[in-house]
């Protein structure tokens, strides 16, 4: 997939056309890239329209202007949806990704024909408590960072994946992130708690790995009690970022959840 720049803004993003199929948009985690979902662009390209962005301070996307933070993301993907003359999309997020997809639905509903979010948390109902720990955990992550890259990335992706080769390409690409783009992400909590959850017109799938962190398995589970009618998938032998340590269970997954 060829990069393209959106004007004004930013992000670059990544096109890969398959005729007059369904649009599917991957959105992923912290500290890497688009590419941690090469193993669904391989197996999706010929099935589906595939879209994919670099968050802001990732990859692609460093050409910042001042004023430009994370909390832009859904106005730039919405503009990116305009440009390529995209309507509905189905859209899939992996840990921040996550978050920016469910921003993304808060304020375009309409334009989502389904939303599935990993090693994510229900940002519209984020218990207080856990989002002091949540914070508490980046902040020590940081904190590595400014003294190490390659120190934070070595321990990153332990946490991040869970499979040694999952883990080794996370931490190529974690070895790339700016330290500078740590400030982009400053206004990541505005998203938190600031919409209610309506009725969903699109399906919603949230899942995890069975060796992610256990807060993030407290999570799923009091976003399922919030919504019942969504669809909970667990992952065998995977950690945070679900679709690097079983990519095979993944699309199966994500295929079945378009199908279906």
């Known amino acids: 997939m060829k990069p393209i720049k959106l004007a004004n803004s930013p992000i670059t993003y990544f096109v890969s056309r398959a005729g007059q199929a369904e649009w599917v948009l991957f959105i992923h985690a912290a500290f890497v890239n688009h590419n941690m979902f090469k193993a669904q662009f391989e197996y999706f390209e010929d099935k589906y329209n595939i879209l994919a962005i670099d968050i802001i301070g990732h990859g692609q996307s460093t050409d910042t202007q001042k004023g430009d933070m ?3 993301m859904a106005k730039w993907v919405f503009d990116i949806l305009k440009t390529e003359n995209i309507d509905k999309i189905h859209i899939v997020g992996v840990s921040l990704g996550a978050v920016l997809a469910q921003d993304f ?15 994510g948390y229900d940002i519209n109902n984020f218990d ?9 955990k980046q902040k020590l992550m940081m904190l590595k960072a400014l003294f190490s890259v390659k120190w934070f990335a070595k321990a990153n992706k332990k946490i991040s994946a869970y499979t040694p080769q999952a883990q080794n390409e996370f931490f190529a690409m974690n070895i790339l992130f700016p330290k500078k783009s740590f400030m982009f992400l400053a206004t990541l909590n505005s998203m938190v708690n600031k919409y209610k959850t309506g009725r969903r017109n699109y ?7 069975k060796f992610d962190i256990p807060m993030e398995l407290e999570a799923i589970k ?11 998938v667990l992952f065998e032998n995977a950690g945070h970022c679900v679709n690097m340590d079983a990519p095979q269970e993944f699309n199966k997954t994500m295929e079945g959840f378009w199908k279906g």
């Open 105 to 119: 639905a808060n304020r375009y509903p309409y334009a989502v024909s389904s939303l599935a979010c990993f090693g």
């Open 222 to 232: 009091a976003w399922k009690s919030n919504e019942p009618d969504c669809t909970v």
């Open 70 to 72: 994370i909390d832009k």
């Open 128 to 136: 207080a408590k856990m989002k002091n720990e949540n914070s508490a």
């Open 203 to 209: 399906p919603l799938l949230i899942g995890c790995g």
